[in-house]
């Protein structure tokens, strides 16, 4: 194409954390204005105070599930889910140099999901887990595993402690992974016997009445293991005597997300609450929480600790202060499948709508939304009517909605046609004086801009509607096609039989 004088279109802005997946949300560690998160199969670098300011790592085929980066902020790790074009469902992971958005490594090994991926406190080493319950651990060095064992079950939560006393003159760490019931701590240090890295481990010691959790997060503090879990409350292990200390209730719907600072320490849950505790061991103070209204996914704090980075499942990203966790909206996205996507005549808002019926105004001078709303069914067109000031859409159900643009916020449906076709409405298009609308009933209708009566109906289609489109040089012109393969053009001053059709090739 390029050399017939076609020009590459140059991706201006990506709006896509769909809050599917846990971890997928992650600051820069060493500048507080880099946000790393993920959209779709893509990595996104986002400055958070310039919306236009983003660079892509395009290298997944499946969405993005899991993101870690190191202390030193110099490479980034992420996992996806199982792929669909190969045999055994394989989630590479890629590890990418921050600067230049290149893969470094790409490493195999897990399958169907990454579900944990965590860099140890001096960057030398990565750890992952997959649904395929492997566990691997590879050297940032050379690339290569330098552990590898299948779990006899699940690893849901993994985290790096700080480094531990050199072994054999080489650096030794320890490592928390959990997997249902069971909590390990793990040395991993070097072998002279083996001269390799070898992985001991030891069980820790639960209340003798039995503390039966599953854990979802985790991080350690000094050393203390703080685990998050399925019940809602936090699990406070001291990694030292591999002894439970205390339980912290939480929240009602699990604990998500969890991230800390020198002092204080961040946790999420699926009741869309986040809460700020201080303390240690048995003694822990709540000194702040907000309500986000969706279930947290992922927690980030910034590089300065002046605030908090929470993803929530209904796609929206907050930011949230550290001192007393109050809010402000960052980014917003769809959940499900887009339907629809339409400009009006002025080019700074564009709007779009999805499989999960939410239908989004965006002002594209800082992709914010500037109005939102929810239909009963999903939208599969839209469209802007300038004359009236709303946006159109055509549902599933055979309707027609209209939502006013100029509310802001939350929209209530302004107006309806009820049964506007048989079955779902394919295109819809507004304009000075009339609506046009086509269907799957192979028909086109023409109704009242204002009172939304049916004026004229054209059945000259033989299969499903695909697209409206009205003449601009002549108002009262308009051209339908459909999946007939034919081009029909109308003109609503005269009569149904003076159309003219014209069969198209493609």
Not at 448 to 460: D, G, P
Request: hydrophobic share 40%; proline share 3%.
């Amino acid at each position: 194409w390029l050399k017939y004088g076609a020009m590459a279109l140059e991706l201006e802005h990506l709006i896509g954390y769909s809050g599917r997946q846990a971890n997928t949300v992650c600051y820069h560690p060493e500048d507080s204005q880099k946000l790393v998160f993920g959209a779709g199969s893509c990595v996104v670098i986002e400055d958070v105070n310039d919306p236009h300011s983003q660079k892509f790592m395009r290298g997944h085929d499946n969405d993005v599930s899991a993101i870690a980066m190191p202390s030193g902020g110099d490479l980034i790790a992420s996992g996806q889910m199982g792929s669909t074009r190969f045999q055994g469902a394989p989630s590479k992971v890629i590890v990418w140099d921050y600067n230049s958005q290149q893969p470094v490594w790409d490493f195999a090994g897990l399958s169907h999901r990454v579900v944990c991926l965590a860099f140890s406190a001096d960057g030398n080493f990565l750890a992952g887990s997959g649904a395929n319950q492997m566990l691997l651990i590879w050297d940032m060095k050379t690339g290569e595993p330098v552990y590898s064992r299948r779990t006899e079950q699940l690893c849901s939560m993994l985290c790096w402690g700080s480094s531990r006393e050199p072994v054999n003159r080489r650096p030794a760490y320890t490592i928390c992974t959990a997997y249902d019931h069971l909590v390990l701590v793990h040395a991993f240090h070097f072998e002279l016997q083996s001269m390799s890295y070898v992985l001991t481990s030891e069980r820790l010691q639960l209340p003798a009445a039995g503390l039966q959790r599953r854990y979802t997060c985790g991080l350690i503090r000094d050393s203390e293991l703080l685990a998050g879990t399925e019940t809602g409350d936090v699990c406070v292990f001291n990694c030292s005597t591999l002894v439970f200390r205390t339980s912290l209730p939480i929240c009602n719907n699990g604990v998500t997300a969890i991230c800390a600072s020198d002092q204080h320490v961040y946790v999420a849950g699926g009741d869309g609450k986040v809460k700020v505790l201080y303390g240690h061991d048995t003694s822990w103070d709540q000194l702040g929480e907000n309500l986000l209204g969706a279930p947290v996914k992922a927690l980030s704090l910034a590089a300065d600790g002046a605030e908090v980075m929470a993803g929530c499942q209904d796609g929206r990203l907050f930011r949230l202060l550290a001192s007393d966790l109050q809010s402000t909206e960052f980014a917003a996205s769809h959940t499900g499948p887009l339907t629809a996507v339409a400009f009006g005549t002025a080019s700074d808002c564009t709007a779009s709508a999805s499989e999960g019926g939410e239908i989004i105004l965006w002002d594209l001078s800082d992709y914010s939304v500037r109005m939102s709303a929810t239909s009963p069914s999903p939208p599969r067109c839209l469209t802007f009517d300038d004359a009236t000031g709303s946006l159109l859409a055509g549902c599933d159900d055979g309707h027609l909605r209209a939502w006013s643009r100029r509310s802001g916020g939350m929209s209530q449906v302004s107006w309806s046609v009820p049964g506007a076709h048989r079955g779902a409405v394919t295109s819809v298009k507004a304009g000075s004086d009339f609506i046009i609308s086509g269907g799957q009933d192979y028909t086109v209708r023409v109704w009242h801009v204002t009172t939304h009566e049916m004026l004229a109906q054209y059945t000259s289609h033989r299969r499903a509607i695909g697209d409206l489109y009205i003449d601009e040089s002549l108002p009262f012109v308009f051209h339908s096609t459909a999946e007939d393969r034919l081009v029909i053009s109308y003109d609503v001053k005269k009569k149904l039989s003076d159309h003219q059709s014209q069969r198209a090739v493609w």
